[in-house]
């Protein structure tokens, strides 16, 4: 909130300036979900803007009537009713008709969870559900209370898998799950009678386990990997989350090895000298909840001397249209495309028809390399039935991918998208110099062709940085590329 009536989302400035910008028609649904939210009650520097939020609550009770507009979809209900609880946690107190309204809110919500969409949306309906629950007092809402705390049972369960991850396996919505589950520790310490303490041992257990698949999961950097739906800016940043776990007793303990498996999730990371990668082995998420999947099997991401080198394209919109189909397809991250087929048919905003599944996966360790291998099979549906291999090593000097395609096709192309501060230039046809803050690397194929194409690289939402692609084009079944340093 930069002003009484003027606010930043997603990377983009708008006023509200009349009762009708709350569901402003030309403007982004996910902007305006953002309106409603009202997390800026509890942003940084908070405190200096009370008056503001005290102004715009009163607006929102006035202009947004109950069951009208996107205020009242189950949501943004969700977000806005955890806020403003804890807001008057904080020590800000609610008028007597704002109350009223939370209330309405929270008895709307329960009538609307959202089963229809499942993960991370039903676990945030829930949460809710328990704020609210512990929030007021009497029989309505220990009923909230106790559907939340039953439902976050069974979705935890379902949701978290044995390695700590998110089942959509997003990283971004795996530190927004985090960051819930915390609260619900939070809120815990406030209300401790009303939580059971076999409850509360489980979740403490769980977003343990949570913690520490989101360090291996986060660049030298401190910020996330961007496999699938993830955007820098909308999570807590994981340095904020382990400072908040370290608050109330839980610690996540450090990585140990070069090689770290999160085995049920599906991703890799390795570690040499200087080298951290990232490699996606994963299904694309749970098969009836492919909402946040990209058709990214077998792509990485790469840092060098604690800064990113070679990242995904990222996810810059929700927007059904060609380019939030592009941000999804194959060809914006850093594998092979196949005749211009998609490894996984990603369609509309949130939606995949056939998708590829990982096999052979063999992870190996020695004293001075690690490697990973593994096949999918999101090409066989093709008509030369093509499987795609890759194998990538890691040293403290080199990292080499090996890709194998069987069947028949009429072209394949390798891509990897540079982060925007390297810079790079052709030495040959066969070769290319990479840059980064004083750091110089050298990439070499053993055949094929190299060409740099000009490309785009969305980190956040609404955001969208010039940067260089590098363009490997296959012309036997077999590449191999070294990254030297």
């Known amino acids: 909130m930069l002003a009484p009536l003027r606010f930043r989302f997603l990377s983009v400035e708008r006023n509200l300036a009349t009762a009708g910008d709350w569901n402003c028609p030309d403007w982004p649904k996910l902007w305006l979900y953002n309106l409603h939210y009202f997390d800026d009650l509890n942003a940084d520097g908070a405190d200096a803007r009370a008056e503001w939020h005290r102004a715009l609550i009163a607006r929102w009770?006035?202009?947004?009537?109950?069951?009208?507009?996107?205020?009242?979809?189950?949501?943004?209900?969700?977000?806005?009713?955890?806020?403003?609880?804890?807001?008057?946690?904080a020590g800000n107190r609610l008028e007597n008709s704002w109350l009223q309204s939370l209330?309405?809110?929270?008895?709307?919500?329960?009538?609307?969870?959202?089963?229809h969409l499942l993960g991370n949306h039903l676990f945030t309906n829930t949460k809710a559900l328990v704020f609210a629950g512990v929030y007021f007092t009497g029989p309505e809402a220990d009923a909230w209370r106790d559907e939340?705390?039953?439902?976050?049972?069974?979705?935890?369960?379902?949701?978290?898998?044995?390695?700590?991850?998110?089942?959509?396996?997003?990283?971004?919505?795996?530190?927004?799950?985090?960051?819930d589950l915390l609260d619900l520790l939070n809120l815990a310490r406030c209300y401790p009678t009303s939580i059971p303490t076999d409850t509360v041992h489980t979740w403490r257990e769980t977003v343990t386990r949570m913690l520490q698949w989101l360090r291996t999961m986060t660049h030298p950097d401190g910020n996330i990997v961007q496999f699938n739906d993830s955007a820098f800016g909308i999570a807590p940043l994981p340095n904020n989350?382990?400072?908040?776990?370290?608050?109330?007793?839980?610690?996540?303990?450090?990585?140990?090895?070069?090689?770290?498996?999160?085995?049920?999730?599906?991703?890799?990371?390795?570690?040499?000298?200087?080298?951290?990668?990232?490699?996606?082995?994963?299904?694309?998420?749970?098969?009836?909840?492919?909402g946040h999947a990209h058709a990214d099997t077998l792509t990485f991401e790469l840092s060098l001397f604690g800064q990113r080198w070679i990242v995904d394209d990222g996810c810059s919109t929700y927007d059904e249209g060609a380019e939030r189909l592009r941000q999804r397809g194959t060809a914006a991250h850093n594998t092979v495309v196949v005749d211009d087929a998609n490894s996984s048919e990603v369609w509309a905003s949130f939606r995949v028809a056939r998708r590829a599944y990982v096999h052979g996966l063999v992870l190996s360790e020695a004293q001075d390399h690690c490697t990973v291998t593994a096949s999918h099979d999101g090409y066989l549906r093709l008509p030369g039935r093509v499987t795609h291999k890759r194998s990538m090593t890691l040293s403290p000097i080199a990292l080499e991918v090996v890709d194998e395609l069987k069947g028949h096709y009429r072209q394949a192309v390798s891509y990897m998208l540079l982060h925007p501060d390297v810079t790079v230039r052709q030495l040959?046809?066969?070769?290319?110099?990479?840059?980064?803050?004083?750091?110089?690397?050298?990439?070499?194929?053993?055949?094929?062709?190299?060409?740099?194409?000009?490309?785009?690289?969305?980190?956040?939402?609404?955001?969208?940085?010039?940067?260089?692609r590098i363009c490997l084009t296959l012309t036997t079944s077999r590449l191999a590329t070294k990254l030297i340093w």
């Not at 969700?78 to 609880?85: A, E, M």
């Not at 608050?247 to 040499?272: C, F, K, P, W």
Request: proline residues 6%.
């Open 61 to 89: 009770i006035d202009e947004n009537p109950p069951a009208t507009g996107n205020g009242w979809e189950p949501y943004p209900i969700s977000l806005r009713v955890v806020n403003w609880v804890k807001w008057s946690l």
């Open 148 to 179: 939340g705390l039953a439902i976050i049972q069974e979705q935890l369960a379902e949701q978290i898998l044995a390695d700590g991850g998110h089942f959509e396996r997003s990283p971004m919505y795996h530190a927004i799950a985090c960051e």
């Open 241 to 290: 989350l382990f400072r908040y776990a370290s608050e109330m007793g839980i610690d996540a303990t450090s990585l140990s090895g070069t090689v770290n498996h999160l085995a049920d999730s599906g991703y890799v990371r390795l570690e040499q000298g200087p080298a951290t990668a990232f490699f996606d082995v994963a299904p694309i998420g749970p098969d009836y909840l492919p």
């Open 428 to 468: 040959t046809e066969q070769s290319l110099e990479l840059q980064r803050g004083g750091h110089i690397a050298t990439l070499v194929v053993n055949e094929g062709s190299v060409r740099i194409d000009q490309a785009m690289w969305h980190p956040e939402f609404g955001s969208a940085h010039e940067t260089h």
């Open 103 to 115: 209330s309405v809110q929270a008895r709307w919500l329960r009538r609307r969870l959202e089963w």
